[in-house]
Antibody, heavy 118, light 107 residues
Framework: QLLLQESGPGLVKPSETLSLTCNVS?????????WGWMRQPPGKGLEWIGS???????FYSPSLKSRLTLSVDASKNLFFLTLNSVTAADTARYYC???????????WGPGTLVAVSS | DIQMTQSPSSVSASVGEGVTITCRAS??????VAWYQQKPGQAPKLLIS???SLQPGVPSSFSGSGSGTEFALIISNLQPEDFATYYC?????????FGGGTKVEIK
């Protein structure tokens, strides 16, 4: 059974770096599929952050690209999000998900809430 | 970027009734649309891909239609568990973009 679980700091100070981990169980990341990150500010809609395919393509949201890095540790079946120079606008629940074609995401983690505040 | 304009932002309906949610793309995206359901405190759930293909386990009371720039999610015979927020998403190209959401509330 495929399970995804996000983990992160919960609270980050403005201008600092946000680092999140998605722990995947039940399916090797290196086998295939696309792995993505989405976020949702409190009370608002969904925003796509970026997606990657192991050892191949990485796609970033243009609005975040200058601050964003997505990466994978296939040996530990983890993938990561790093977002630099955060502001209050980055406060959101962050979700990791698996997509069957890079565009449609049918398995999601429960999300982790990140607040940016001093 | 492709903009997805979803309407209405909220709708009230009774159990047993039907609702239609529409989504308009800012350019022709063929049938590359997905629909998600999100309940409070939960992650989104993929209901429909390719504008009209139901995901496994999704009740047949859900259906999707449309192509080009106009799309619809139709929920017939609303059940208590269907009251949620629904999002469209274009699956045509990166960057992926979502509609603003439609909250389906109990009348």
């Amino acid at each position: 059974q495929l399970l995804l679980q996000e983990s992160g700091p919960g609270l980050v100070k403005p201008s600092e770096t946000l680092s999140l981990t998605c722990n995947v169980s039940g399916f090797p990341i290196s086998t295939g599929y696309y792995w993505g990150w989405m976020r949702q500010p409190p009370g608002k809609g969904l925003e796509w952050i970026g997606s990657l395919y192991y050892n191949a393509q990485i796609f970033y949201s243009p609005s975040l690209k200058s601050r964003l890095t997505l990466s994978v540790d296939a040996s530990k079946n983890l993938f990561f999000l790093t977002l630099n120079s955060v502001t209050a606008a980055d406060t959101a629940r962050y979700y990791c998900a698996r997509g069957f074609d890079g565009y449609n995401y049918n398995f999601w983690g429960p999300g982790t809430l990140v607040a940016v505040s001093s | 970027d492709i903009q997805m304009t979803q309407s209405p932002s909220s709708v009230s309906a009774s159990v047993g009734e039907g609702v239609t949610i529409t989504c308009r793309a800012s350019e022709d995206i063929n049938n590359w649309v997905a629909w998600y359901q999100q309940k409070p405190g939960q992650a989104p759930k993929l209901l429909i891909s390719g504008a009209s293909s139901l995901q496994p386990g999704v009740p047949s009371s859900f259906s999707g239609s449309g192509s080009g720039t106009e799309f619809a999610l139709i929920i017939s015979n609303l059940q208590p568990e269907d009251f949620a927020t629904y999002y469209c998403q274009q699956t045509h190209s990166f960057p992926l973009t979502f509609g603003g959401g439609t909250k389906v509330e109990i009348k």
